[in-house]
């Protein structure tokens, strides 16, 4: 193992573990899985790792991204997660098969640049459930599919949803049979088949282990439960699967005994909080060369149950070592089990390195 840090540990053979055993549910239940890539930048040894478990497509939120799994030669259909900007339509029909749309002006955007470059592009129009991120709302879902429908150079696929990302709201059946009953209403009134139905993300899962999600989903884009192994409902860990697929390194650059509460007068801290401390006492503290501009300081999960994440600034994690399991020393590496934050933060950040460990 090289030995520097900060870096960002990969485990693929993990990966591969916990994407198996989900795959193997959604398959069972006649559901296809786009597996998405874009926590770790779509990172070549997490996508093949996913790609050979058995995904059906991959999906990433960044053209780049969908650009670099193309170029390394991944043939797997590619998801465009993120709506795309009308000022990149030529782009989304270049490196995306599929994309998430909520608009009728870009479509039209995309059946012309797909119209130009020749090809066919696939969409999944995109109906906001209630979590109030991307989607058109329900009682115009209707009148924009009849616009859909005329446009040349696409495939209208079907209808999606995206639940538990900016309002938290759980997927459950009656969520699903709304998604149901929109598509019977768009049926009838364009006729098309709209053969896919897309219900969500990681956030389905647990419907779905359940047993209360309809037989018309076919469909859904998993990331975290595949990567992190946890259930996105509330970061339980994941029946079947690993939580240890990603580990980040830091190392001790300092160690000191000080107060566990600031001294003197205080204003905000450098980024305009004011955070609250709890009075231990003096205790045994470690600094690590990890900051804000590396992870997600507390989102961060020590491997030693006996240290405690106190915060961090840019470049600096501050910890509570006093009841540390191992060793602490000066230079002594520290390893941390990341959340989806920390390792979207660590993946994208230029001063982590990325190891891959066989």
């Known amino acids: 193992m090289p030995n520097f840090t900060p870096r960002l540990e990969i485990y693929p053979q993990r990966i591969a573990e916990n994407a198996r055993a989900i795959l193997k549910l959604c398959h069972g239940h006649g559901i296809q899985v786009a597996a998405v890539t874009k926590v770790t930048c779509a990172h070549p040894a997490v996508a093949r790792a996913l790609a050979e478990a058995g995904a059906d497509m991959l999906a990433d939120s960044r053209l780049e991204n969908l650009q670099a799994l193309r170029r390394m030669g991944f043939t797997l259909p590619l998801m465009l997660l993120r709506i795309p900007a009308p000022s990149q339509a030529a782009d989304v029909v270049r490196w995306s098969d599929v994309s998430l749309n909520s608009s009728v002006a870009t ?20 109906v906001d459930l209630g979590d109030l991120r991307e989607g058109i709302w329900p009682n115009r879902v209707v009148d924009a599919l009849r616009e859909a429908a005329e446009l040349p150079a696409l495939d209208l696929l079907g209808l999606g949803c995206n639940l538990a990302c900016y309002g938290g709201v759980i997927p459950t059946t009656a969520k699903m049979q709304q998604l149901i009953d929109l598509r019977a209403a768009c049926r009838a009134a364009t006729g098309l088949e709209l053969p896919v139905l897309c219900g969500g993300n990681s956030a389905n899962l647990p419907l779905l282990a359940a047993g209360g999600m309809p037989p018309e989903i076919n469909l859904l884009r998993i990331g975290e439960t595949l990567l992190l192994g946890c259930s996105v409902i509330d970061r339980s860990p994941w029946p079947g699967a690993r939580q240890d697929a990603f580990r980040v390194v830091g190392e001790v650059v300092e160690l000191e005994r ?96 990325k190891v891959v460990v066989a």
């Open 107 to 126: 479509l039209r955007l995309l059946s012309q640049a797909a119209a130009f470059h020749g090809v066919r592009h696939q969409v999944i129009f995109m």
């Open 258 to 353: 000080k107060p566990s509460v600031p001294l003197g007068e205080r204003g905000q801290d450098a980024f305009g909080g004011t955070p609250e401390f709890v009075d231990r006492g003096v205790r045994k503290r470690a600094i690590c060369n990890l900051g804000r501009q590396d992870v997600v300081v507390d989102n961060l999960t020590p491997e030693d149950p006996g240290i405690i994440v106190l915060g961090g600034s840019s470049d600096h994690l501050l910890l509570d070592v006093e009841e540390a399991q191992q060793d602490v020393a000066l230079g002594a590496e520290l390893g941390f089990y990341p959340g989806y934050g920390a390792l979207l933060a660590a993946s994208t950040s230029a001063y982590v390195q």
